[in-house]
């Protein structure tokens, strides 16, 4: 009798576990660069780009979100998400940085039946979590123009930074990942606008 009592007692705690472990909610978040400041210029440079999937490591190609616990060692959270995968949503960022300005004819993903002039190219290095020497989020990405006429890259940016998060919970550090990826694109899009203002680019014909 009492080994029935006591299985009976295992399996209930056992339910009451797993009925616990169940009730946590997942999180997911997202990123929201909004539109670029300041006004878009009078004249557009007639090029199309084409903006090709961003390359990451196979960390960023999962939704979960990752945090570090030194530059060797990283992990990631089991109930906190993106929406999409880091890797998906920086390419979407990126279109939608370039597009804001308006200094562009088109800029499109890249996809098998879309001609363009030039091709975007984006790394994620990393988008996470840091916690020495204090709680931060890094972003660090890097950005490169192709001209496939010429068959060569003819120019590249990149960026790094920890920014600093005010607060200590998950949601602080996407807040501050935010900031830090605006920061981020807007300025890795101001050096590519560069290129383009001392290297005019030639009307091109319709397709």
Known sequence: MRGI??????????????????????KYYV????????????????IRLLVSRVAASNLYREDRLVYGSSDLQLGTYEYERWA??????????????????????SVSKMASN???DYIVRGHL?????????ALAARFSFQLEL????????VWSGSYTHDEPVNG??????????????????????????Q???????KATSAP
């Open 125 to 133: 290095f990393a988008l996470d979590e840091v916690d020495k020497p």
């Open 146 to 153: 192709f001209d496939p006429k010429a068959g060569a890259t």
């Open 31 to 46: 990123l929201d660069i909004g539109p670029s400041a300041g006004d878009p210029p009078s004249a557009q440079f007639p």
């Open 168 to 193: 200590k919970k998950v949601s602080d550090v996407v807040e501050a990942l935010d900031h830090n990826v605006s920061a981020g694109l807007s300025q890795l899009n101001a050096g590519l606008l």
């Open 114 to 116: 879309l001609r363009g």
């Open 5 to 26: 009592l006591r299985t009976a007692l295992v399996l209930l705690l056992a339910g009451i576990s797993a009925g616990c472990g169940a009730t946590r909610p997942m």
């Open 195 to 201: 290129y383009f203002m001392s290297h005019p680019p």
């Open 84 to 105: 999409s995968t880091p890797a998906d949503m920086m390419q979407d960022l990126l279109i939608t940085s370039l597009r804001s300005g308006g200094q562009y004819q």
